[in-house]
């Protein structure tokens, strides 16, 4: 048996957007080691991208903004599987066409749409799939390093909302199970959501010189830590927020930088 143990068991993985995302590693890895896997995404291109990456896995639609979308997510998984071991929530967005403007003019609107597919998903995934889970499956949130000190614009404070979310709803499912729900806060790394952002690239390169190995994280890393997650192996880890940064959270006063800023 592996250390693991995730054959045969059954994991949801949302957001697998190409084969430099996070989710679709975490899927990968799963697959290797045997598990069942189920796949969730936003529209019909998506779609076709993940059937073409695992093909004969089951690739249901749904848009995390509709209750209702969520609820016929839940039906269809029903029909498919009798329990969920595991969910990797690796959902976010953020409307920033028109660049990282200052926190105080961020609309209502930007803000509470990213708010709902980037945090509020989670607890209706949660809540609909509620019957679905095993009595001990994990669900990982896909989170990052620092909420504060961050160049995502007004993402940032959804995140930290995400990381309490975690805690709020590992309290709320122990009334009846031990589900566990954990954040998974990942340094800067080199996908393809991350590219879109503003300013990323230089940021990217900044961050690699702050990790203690001087150099980067990398996605495959950040995948391995989420598939420990969800497997039982992390057993004694819930309402948590797990950083995985190589070191550059206990770094941000390097000599080297430093002395190459005071320059």
Not at 42 to 54: D, P, T
Not at 78 to 91: A, P, Q, R
Not at 179 to 190: E, Q, S
Not at 238 to 246: G, L, P, Q, R
Request: aromatic share 10%.
């Amino acid at each position: 048996m592996s250390f693991l143990n995730v054959s045969g068991k059954n994991y949801l993985i949302t957001g697998v957007a190409n084969k430099k995302s996070i989710a679709f590693f975490v899927a990968r890895i799963l697959s290797e080691e045997g598990a069942n896997l189920f796949f969730s995404v936003q529209s019909e291109v998506q779609q076709a991208k993940v059937q073409e990456l695992f093909p004969g896995r089951p690739v249901y639609l749904c848009d995390v903004v509709s209750d209702e979308q969520i609820k016929s997510l839940a039906g269809h998984l029903k029909n498919d599987v009798s329990e969920l071991h595991g969910l990797l929530h690796s959902i976010a967005f953020a409307n920033l066409k028109d660049g990282i403007r200052p926190f105080h003019e961020t609309s209502w609107e930007d803000f509470s749409q990213a708010s709902h597919v980037s945090l509020y998903s989670l607890v209706g995934l949660a809540r609909h799939l509620k019957e679905l889970f095993h009595p001990s499956a994990s669900v990982v949130a896909l989170s990052i390093s620092n909420t504060r000190a961050t160049n995502y614009g007004y993402l940032g404070p959804i995140k930290a909302a995400l990381d309490s979310a975690v805690a709020f709803l590992s309290k709320s499912f122990s009334s009846f199970s031990e589900v566990r729900f954990n954040a998974l806060c990942a340094g800067p790394l080199k996908t393809s959501a991350s590219a879109g952002i503003p300013g990323y690239v230089k940021n990217y390169l900044f961050a690699e010189k702050l990790t203690l190995r001087k150099r980067a994280l990398a996605t495959e890393e950040v995948a391995n830590a989420a598939v420990f997650l969800l497997s039982e192996r992390s057993s004694g880890i819930t309402a948590s927020s797990m950083i995985i940064d190589a070191g550059m959270s206990a770094n941000y006063f390097d000599e080297s930088v430093v002395e190459k800023t005071m320059l």
